[in-house]
T-cell receptor, first 113, second 116 residues
Framework: EPEVTQTPSHQVTQMGQEVILRCVPI?????FYWYRQILGQKVEFLVS????????KSEIFDDQFSVERPDGSNFTLKIRSTKLEDSAMYFC???????????FGPGTRLTVL | AQSVTQLGSHVSVSEGALVLLRCNYS??????LFWYVQYPNQGLQLLLK??????LVKGINGFEAEFKKSETSFHLTKPSAHMSDAAEYFC??????????????FGKGTLLTVNP
């Protein structure tokens, strides 16, 4: 069964460094999302991406964040200058667009020191 | 704006007992509703979804949920809990108010513990 994959599973970085989180969505899906879950808190929407552009972003998704679908298969989230409060589990999701069902990857745990 | 409230951050049941996890939502347009499960150190797995068809929705692992518009609720139930059901459960709402977006808004989650 097709699934969303994410790499790396765990990333440790120093404050101020750039990180790129990678996702491979399910191949025929059209909508792509990033969510994050700070430890002990609820899953929060970051950004949605459709037709090669951002369709919506939350207030969390400031100028330090960017997303890209560089080659038609990968979907990346870049954080330009990480802060301590960026430490969280980041989930990628994709959807075919039917009934809004989203399929989630296993997540990347980002730890900012 | 849409929102989800899950009553009870932690629910504990005995093996074989009824599981009831509560979810109430608010949405300005007819919603799509989902329950996801998260096992320790894993991602989110879809249990079931409501997409304006039957109000009683059956999902995987014996779970079901009933959409009650008058109560704005979408509670998750399972007649008989199994040890393997121990996990965190998230209710989520989505709607088409944003056009081609369908972002999910999650509740805070309910941790289900199953006692032998």
């Amino acid at each position: 069964e097709p699934e969303v994959t994410q790499t790396p599973s765990h990333q440790v970085t120093q404050m101020g460094q750039e990180v790129i989180l990678r996702c491979v969505p399910i191949s025929n899906h059209l909508y792509f999302y990033w969510y994050r879950q700070i430890l002990g808190q609820k899953v929060e929407f970051l950004v949605s991406f459709y037709n090669n552009e951002i369709s919506e972003k939350s207030e969390i998704f400031d100028d330090q964040f960017s997303v890209e679908r560089p080659d038609g298969s990968n979907f990346t989230l870049k954080i330009r200058s990480t802060k301590l409060e960026d430490s969280a589990m980041y989930f990628c999701a994709s959807s075919p667009g039917n009934y809004n069902e989203q399929f989630f990857g296993p997540g990347t745990r980002l730890t900012v020191l | 704006a849409q929102s989800v409230t899950q009553l009870g951050s932690h629910v504990s049941v005995s093996e074989g007992a009824l599981v009831l996890l509560r979810c109430n939502y608010s949405s300005s347009v007819p919603p799509y509703l989902f329950w996801y499960v998260q096992y320790p150190n894993q991602g989110l797995q879809l249990l079931l979804k409501y997409t304006s068809a039957a109000t009683l929705v059956k999902g995987i692992n014996g779970f079901e949920a009933e959409f009650k518009k008058s109560e704005t609720s979408f509670h998750l139930t399972k007649p008989s809990a199994h040890m393997s059901d121990a996990a965190e459960y998230f209710c989520a709402v989505s709607d088409d108010s944003g056009g081609s977006n369908y972002k999910l808004t999650f509740g805070k989650g309910t941790l289900l513990t199953v006692n032998p």
